[in-house]
DNA sequence: TCGTAAATAGAATTTATTTCTATTTAGATA
DNA sequence: TATCTAAATAGAAATAAATTCTATTTACGA
């Protein structure tokens, strides 16, 4: 198996039980986003019985220990994908193939030499997601829905 | 009423229903955000009888129409939060006392070059959302869960 | 290999949101 | 101002997403 993996994994004292990771190599082998019930229904491909519950903690601990990053869709429903390099959380995602593609730039600076000047806040995390269509999807103009 | 607001509905096709008034009303008056349930136990306090679709129905066309801002927040619930200008949809939230402020700060432009000239994809729409504590909180260190 | 804390299944539950149908109403038009 | 019609609503019901609970199993350190 993977080895960056494994050490991450013990990193977060998560055991590397199989179905953890399964679930990690689902989300590896796409490079798309997946909703916790599109990942449940690959692991049902391979365990006879895998329960929803389980899903859904292991993709929760995996993103609170940065090894998943948790993608917010604009219509309520949570995805989520591997994430190779957990400091990088800035994402065009494509609307129509829902393929993920990093971005390397990053206002993070500016807006927190913003808030701390401007509003004498404090920034505590933040999210930037672009929506959009990438180079195949906006060649074939048919959006799927 | 408020004239603006009134043309704003006018311009949507949308009629100016005392209940979608009232909770125009709530969220100009609160400078909070609100989930639609939290709308709904302000709105029963003004209606004997008011239904939570009519609250997910109109805090959903209004946002579409750009009159209100749908917030995400990290933990899968959605916030509304009124929007006195539509244009602009960067903002600093306050996680403890739920404050929403402006931030003038926006990578629109670079984010779009580099998704054009990188990636060859297309923007559609972006999110950007702050998340931390504001002035008055991050002075008083207790934070509310 | 053994012991223990962590992980799991499966059922049940909770919470959030949406759909449906009959009724009411805003506001345009006569 | 009265009438009409599409839009808005209530209330009940259904759906969808996520979580909780308890008994059982399992990874892995000692």
Redesign the interface.
């Known amino acids: 198996m993977n080895k960056d993996l494994y050490v991450a994994l013990k990193s977060l004292n998560l055991k590397a039980t199989p179905k953890r990771l399964a679930i990690l190599d689902i989300l590896v082998a796409e490079s798309v986003y997946l909703a916790p019930e599109e990942v449940w229904r690959k692991m049902r491909k391979r365990f006879k019985s895998i329960g929803l519950p389980t899903i859904y903690r292991n993709l929760e601990d995996l993103a609170n220990g940065g090894v998943l990053i948790?993608i917010?869709h604009?219509d309520?429903k949570?995805y989520y994908y591997l994430c190779a390099n957990a400091d990088h959380h800035h994402h065009?995602i494509?609307?129509n193939c829902k393929k993920v593609?990093d971005?390397?730039?990053?206002?993070a600076e500016?807006?927190e030499k913003?808030?701390k000047k401007?509003?004498?806040?404090?920034?505590?995390?933040?999210?930037?997601?672009?929506?959009?269509?990438?180079?195949d999807?906006?060649v074939s103009r048919t959006i799927a829905t």
Do not use: A, D, T
Request: aromatic share 8%.
């Open positions: 948790k917010i604009p309520r949570l065009f494509c609307i593609e971005l390397s730039y990053c206002g500016e807006i913003e808030v401007n509003l004498k806040g404090r920034v505590i995390s933040h999210l930037m997601q672009v929506f959009g269509l990438c180079k999807c906006s």
